[in-house]
Every structure is written in C-alpha cells, then in structure tokens.
C-alpha cells in the first residue's frame, strides 16, 4: 500500500483562507448545517464535528477545513477530503458553502486549492459523489476537471452521481 504525505492543512487563495477547526468556529458550522433543513445542532454536537475533522486528520492524512474569506475574515463554509464513499487512497472533495455565498466563485476556488493539496500528497486520483439535482456543484466539479463515472440509486440520497478526476 503507497504512503501518502499528510495535506496541508493552511491553503491560501487570492480571496481565501483555508485552515483547521477552531473551537470558536462551532456556532459558524451549526448555521452552515442548519442551513441544510435538518434543525441546529447542539453547541456539543458542533464540537464533536469539529474534533472528528481534527481525528481525520491524526488518522487518514486530510480532512475538512473551514473556509474563511480572506478581507472580512468571516467563515463562508467549508472544503477538504472525506473518505465517505471513497477509500483513504482515493479520497472524496467536499465541500458545502453558506447560501450567502453561492454563485460567486468561492467552491471552485476552495476546492481548487484542495485539488493542489490533494496533490502533493502523492495521491493519483479523487473521487466526489454529488446529488443528481445539484447542478451547481456539479458544474464546479466540471470547471475543476471532475468527469462522471457511473450513477447509484441510494436510499437516503437518491440518485447520486460519481465523478473522478485524475492527479495531477
């Protein structure tokens, strides 16, 4: 089995900041999750998020990282690798992003520099799996070179599509 470096965990972009879970930043993703419908999470809960992401990364070498706009400081969602459907050799981009700030640029330049970190790790190929009915965030994985594989039926989520992309 290759051994992989860890990603870096402090991405910069021209408008943004990328770097690990604070536990300041658990009511910013108690708002990011609210935001899908499901209710609020517990302050606790939002902690044990937090700490899994900081596991991950002890663990499997990449993680979530929040994404903060680099002028007004404030957390604007998140990005990083998940293994989720995925192996830890060929890992899932992730990413989820307030509504606020939707339609401006900010997933396909998060996930670009999560693109470059993934990488340097030595990794050959990612994974992203994504709702047929997320045409936005299936013409970012487009702009970023994603192409899809094949479709699965799941219970829970429906019809989800499987894209892959090569790296470098």
Not at 7 to 35: K, N
């Amino acid at each position: 089995m290759p051994t992989y470096a860890p990603m870096a965990v402090e991405l910069e972009t021209e408008r943004l900041r990328l770097q690990p879970w604070a536990e300041s930043d658990a009511d910013d993703l108690r708002a990011l999750i609210a935001e899908r419908g499901d209710g609020t999470p517990a302050v606790e809960r939002a902690r044990e998020i937090i700490a899994a992401q900081h596991a991950a990364m002890a663990t499997a070498g990449f993680t979530l990282l929040p994404i903060r706009r680099r002028v007004e400081g404030d957390v604007i969602g998140y990005c990083g690798l998940i293994v989720g459907r995925a192996t830890v050799e060929e890992p899932e981009i992730a990413y989820e992003l307030f509504r606020r700030v939707h339609g401006r640029g900010y997933a396909t330049e998060a996930a670009g520099a999560v693109l470059a970190a993934a990488t340097a790790t030595g990794r050959t190929r990612l994974w992203s799996t994504v709702g047929s009915w997320n045409t936005a965030s299936l013409r970012v994985l487009e702009k970023l070179g994603f192409e899809r594989d094949h479709v699965s039926i799941e219970e829970r989520a429906g019809e989800v599509v499987w894209l892959t992309r090569p790296l470098p």
